[in-house]
């Protein structure tokens, strides 16, 4: 990473939020387990023509202003009752597992104009390899809008996994209407030899967790990274959390005007915002952290001239 990033990073202001919520329950899918095993077969996946990256790189290269790293595929309609597979288990409860390919993909995004879920089912995405897995989203994890956002998934095939139990038979409402490609290593993370990634960071970068951070144990925790969903595709920002004076403890995100033109159209309700984003210790961990995150926000306001977004986030960080 280096010493002077294109991604701004803000301070927290006095954030006194619980920073405890994460958009995922953790677990594995019902088909790793070995009970199981005998009942999956190998998932044939959607096979989908992928974009030119170098000629995205290119086209990116023209405006650089804007920093995206993945482009949308053409539009899409995929759901369990015209697309991938289900399979029984014993007691009644069933699995639905459907698989896309991208050739030359770095990385997949999966966006959601439908995802709603029953008490008690589980959902999960991974990587065809299975070392990459995001979830269980629940119940819990639903918003209002219907709307969702899986996080990005290295590599070229992309498997989501639907657990429903019997007593909610036919109740999941689940449906992908659009696949970004990432295209642009500087979106991966992790990814080696690449100057803009986790793990690659510089000696000016210093761990907040180091002893030069000592005194900003309570701010770190409004710090956030963003996924940032636009019409044209994605970009990464930073941010931070900020109180009001009325000490309501709405959640406010402070950033800058400057992200929301890394792409054209900013989806908000599709912006996710990953907390916690840090080393435990001084030193870089040889892992990735696991980010606690929020999906959604709206914007409150922005001035170019200032270069300030002003961004109230869907939940309360913490109401997970």
């Given amino acids: 990473m280096n010493c002077l990033y294109r991604i701004p990073i803000l301070l927290a202001l006095l954030s006194a939020l619980p920073i405890s919520a994460q958009i995922s329950t953790g677990g594995l899918p019902p088909s790793f387990l070995p009970e199981h095993a005998a009942l999956f077969s190998e998932t044939a996946p959607i096979k989908l023509a992928g974009l030119d990256g170098a000629g995205l790189l290119a086209e990116d290269s023209q405006r650089p202003l804007e920093s995206r790293f993945a482009a949308p595929l053409p539009p899409l309609t995929i759901n369990p009752g015209k697309h991938g597979q289900w399979t029984e288990l014993p007691g009644g409860d069933r699995v639905w597992r459907c698989a896309v390919e991208v050739p030359s993909a770095l990385g997949l995004i999966i966006i959601f104009d439908r995802f709603q879920l029953p008490a008690g ?34 590599g070229e095939t992309a498997v989501v996994e639907l657990f429903e139990p019997a007593a909610a ?128 926000c709206e914007r409150i306001s922005y001035r170019h001239e200032t270069d300030f977004l002003l961004l109230k986030l869907s939940q309360i960080p913490g109401s997970y």
């Fill in 169 to 296: 038979k036919g109740l999941s409402q689940v449906q992908i209407n659009r696949i970004d490609q990432v295209y642009d290593p500087a979106g991966l993370l992790p990814v080696n030899d690449t100057p803009e990634n986790f793990g690659s960071s510089r000696a000016c970068n210093i761990n907040v967790n180091c002893t030069q951070g000592q005194n900003w144990q309570t701010e770190k925790r409004g710090v956030g990274r963003i996924l940032m969903i636009f019409s044209n595709g994605a970009g990464w920002c930073t941010g931070s959390l900020i109180a009001n004076t009325s000490g309501s403890g709405d959640p406010y995100f402070l950033t800058a005007h400057h992200c929301q033109i890394i792409g054209t159209l900013p989806y908000f309700n599709l912006w996710r915002f990953d907390f916690d984003y840090e080393a435990p210790g001084c030193p870089n961990p040889q892992t990735e952290p696991a980010p606690k995150s929020v999906l959604g």
């Fill in 121 to 154: 089912s589980r959902f999960f995405a991974y990587t065809s390899d299975k070392k990459r897995v995001l979830g269980a989203y629940t119940e819990q994890s639903c918003l209002p809008s219907g709307e969702f956002l899986i996080g990005i998934l290295p």
